[in-house]
C-alpha cells in the first residue's frame, strides 16, 4: 500500500555534532533531509550516484577538484554528476534536501565514515 510519511516520522542519524540525516530509499533512488550546522564541513568525496542538492534554508559551499566553486543558497538547486569528486561547507544553518540515482548502498550500509567526521572545517 502506498502512504504518505512525514520526515518526523523517520528515523534521524546523528552523523556528527553538526550534522544530522534522515533518508529513504526505493529500488532506484534516495532521497535524504540533511541537517547541516553553520561551519559544518563535508569532507571531500565522490559516488557513483548523480546528486540533486535543493536547499531548503540556509546555505552549502561546494569546491569541485577542477577549482570551481559555487555556493546554493535556498530555493536553489545543484546537480552533481556521478563520480565528481566535491566537499560542502554549511555557511549558515541549512536544511539540504538531497537525491541520488542510483540509490546510495553504502548510506543504506552505514559505511559513510567521511559524513560521520563532518565536523567544522579548521
Do not use: N
Amino acid at each position: 500500500m502506498l502512504t504518505a510519511t512525514p520526515w518526523e516520522k523517520l528515523q534521524c542519524d546523528k552523523l556528527s555534532d553538526v550534522i544530522t540525516r534522515q533518508m529513504v530509499s526505493g529500488a532506484d533512488g534516495t532521497l535524504a533531509r540533511v541537517l547541516l550546522a553553520r561551519g559544518a564541513f563535508v569532507p571531500r568525496h565522490s559516488h557513483r550516484s548523480e546528486q540533486f542538492t535543493f536547499i531548503v534554508s540556509g546555505a552549502l559551499k561546494f569546491k569541485f577538484d577542477d577549482g570551481h566553486e559555487t555556493t546554493v543558497r535556498a530555493g536553489e538547486i545543484l546537480l552533481i554528476p556521478a563520480h565528481v569528486p566535491h566537499e560542502a561547507t554549511a555557511l549558515e544553518d541549512t536544511v539540504d534536501i538531497d537525491f541520488f540515482s542510483p540509490r546510495r548502498e553504502e548510506w543504506i550500509r552505514g559505511d559513510d565514515a567521511y559524513l560521520r567526521q563532518g565536523a567544522t572545517k579548521s
